[in-house]
């Protein structure tokens, strides 16, 4: 496994990397779509316009079998195009991987975040929960979100948050996010204050991740990244000033400031940097294996990217197969895969 050391310095990471070639160590991390079932509309979300696989949940025999095969997975994250909540064996599943001493966590809108599974989440162990909210008001929620459950959100965030003190449990951590849209960026303090106000201490700025035609609002137009305004920027600092006064981190995507992960500080081949084919696998709710999570809202069709079949294959097989290795050596390239080659470029990695 790689040092902390070398995974925050670039350039000493890509040295690893070559030094690696195109095969790798097993995987720390998994990237599990327990579901590519949704029930909100979201106008930044391909599945919204376009059917990316057959509905289905992951099964326990698929989730288990990927568990199962790699000893080294300290990391398991249990979402991907779709809602996890939706999915009735998942309290089971992070039981499951937090049996095995694995920390867990899932983004979800939260819709489904009712009084009634409280207790029984925490009962789980689960030590992230992640809640897209996208909005400070009802309008914009529904604008950007495409169903009208801000309120709700708010109001159970809020009460889990509040159920979270009152029995004296520390976990699950939770955060609320927001996706970096021009059409959102000005209502960050206001969702800073938010966030004080549902008990939640840690807000993050989501890059937003379109692909060359578009879908939505998921538009190079929309988009903060290197094309924020003096306005924006002011916005952004704004909300900093105002979490540090409220007790509430703001922070973005690749764990840097807002005002760092939305320039690109990695020159012209910023994917190079990347560590994800070499530290993790993703796996649809088919068992499908892709690159990582941002592959299917960079890119479109599966078939392009995909880099093998759970069901069909044992994940070392796939892990350091002819499709991942020549995927990484294109990832070293000056020509990288399709679903990687803005990526740095037009959105932070």
Same mark, same amino acid.
């Given at each position: ?17 070559? %030094? ?21 509309? *979201?106008?930044? *979300? ?23 095969? +790699? @000893? ?34 899932? /983004? ?5 975040? /009712? ?14 929960? !992640?809640?897209?909210?996208? %909005? %400070?008001? !009802? ?10 459950? +801000?309120? !709700? ?8 948050? %509040? ?32 966030? &004080?106000?549902?008990? #939640? ?36 600092? &704004? ?8 007790? #509430?981190?703001?922070?973005?995507? =690749? ?10 500080? @990695? $020159? ?14 993703? +796996? ?7 690159? *990582?999570?941002? &592959? ?11 880099? =093998? ?6 994940? !070392?097989?796939?892990? /350091? $197969? ?17 679903? *990687? ?9």
């Amino acid at each position: 496994m790689m040092s902390v050391t070398t995974l925050k310095d670039p350039t000493r990471y890509f040295e690893t990397v070559q %030094a690696r070639d195109v095969t790798a160590a097993p995987p720390v991390c998994l990237y599990l779509e327990t579901t590519n079932r949704c029930n909100l509309l *979201c106008e930044t *979300c391909p599945r919204t316009f376009e059917t990316l696989e057959p509905p289905q949940d992951m099964t326990w025999e698929v989730f288990t079998k990927i568990v199962d095969q +790699f @000893d080294s997975i300290s990391r398991v994250v249990l979402h991907g195009v779709g809602e996890p909540m939706l999915v009735k064996d998942l309290p089971r599943m992070i039981r499951y991987l937090k049996d095995r001493g694995i920390y867990v966590l899932f /983004n979800t809108n939260g819709t489904l975040l /009712n009084p009634k599974k409280f207790q029984e989440l925490i009962d789980t162990g689960l030590d992230e929960l !992640r809640v897209s909210v996208d %909005a %400070a008001d !009802r309008k914009t929620y529904l604008l950007v979100r495409g169903k009208d459950f +801000f309120d !709700r959100i708010v109001r159970d965030v809020g009460k889990f948050t %509040a159920f979270q003190a009152k029995v004296g449990s520390a976990t699950p951590k939770v955060s609320i996010w927001l996706t970096g849209l021009k059409e959102t960026v000005q209502q960050l303090p206001d969702f800073v204050r938010m966030a &004080a106000n549902m008990g #939640v201490k840690e807000v993050h700025l989501q890059r937003l991740v379109f692909d060359d035609a578009g879908f939505g609002m998921a538009r190079q137009e929309n988009s903060l990244f290197e094309q924020t305004q003096a306005e924006e920027e002011q916005s952004i600092s &704004a909300a900093q000033a105002l979490g540090r006064e409220m007790g #509430v981190l703001l922070d973005a995507s =690749g764990a840097t400031e807002p005002g760092v992960s939305l320039k690109n500080n @990695d $020159g012209d081949t910023p994917w190079a940097t990347c560590r994800r084919p070499w530290s993790l696998m993703y +796996f649809t709710a088919h068992g499908r294996a892709l690159p *990582c999570c941002i &592959a299917p809202f960079s890119a479109r069709g599966y078939s392009n990217y995909t880099l =093998g079949d759970a069901t069909q294959d044992t994940l !070392r097989d796939i892990w /350091n $197969g002819p499709l991942y290795q020549e995927f990484r050596r294109s990832l070293l390239s000056d020509a990288p895969p399709k679903p *990687c080659e803005n990526c740095g470029l037009r959105w932070s990695l």
